[in-house]
């Protein structure tokens, strides 16, 4: 059975609008809390190997910059800790597929990639 991981936070409009875009295709997805659970340190690599750690980052968002991160350098280390703290540090949300394919931010594009083919 297809399905789909979004890791967001309930209340981010683009992790809404993902968690409405599966749900009117009726594909079963699985919604995870970042601010009720954080993502595993495997589960997180997984976006990194594939997007890099930079690219998970919303240099526009308001997080990032009440935090100080557009003046100052963090380790890698450091920045996954300060993620963990504060997920809407990340450019939510990221969507998995139970075929392993990946997104990240509010991206219509990649998630209708996603959806299997329809049967014949």
Do not use: C
Request: charged share 30%; aromatic share 8%.
């Amino acid at each position: 059975m297809f399905t789909v991981q979004i890791f967001g936070v309930k209340n981010s409009p683009a992790t809404r609008a993902a968690e409405r875009f599966f749900k009117e295709r009726r594909i079963t997805l699985h919604l995870v809390d970042l601010k009720q659970k954080p993502m595993s340190p495997g589960e997180i690599k997984r976006f990194i190997d594939r997007f890099g750690l930079v690219s998970l980052i919303d240099p526009d968002g308001s997080a990032y910059v009440d935090a100080g991160l557009k003046y100052i350098r963090l380790s890698d280390s450091d920045l996954l800790q300060r993620i963990d703290r504060d997920p809407k540090l990340l450019r939510l949300p990221l969507v998995r597929s139970s075929t392993n394919r990946l997104s990240i931010g509010q991206d219509e594009e990649a998630w209708k990639a996603m959806l299997p083919a329809p049967p014949r």
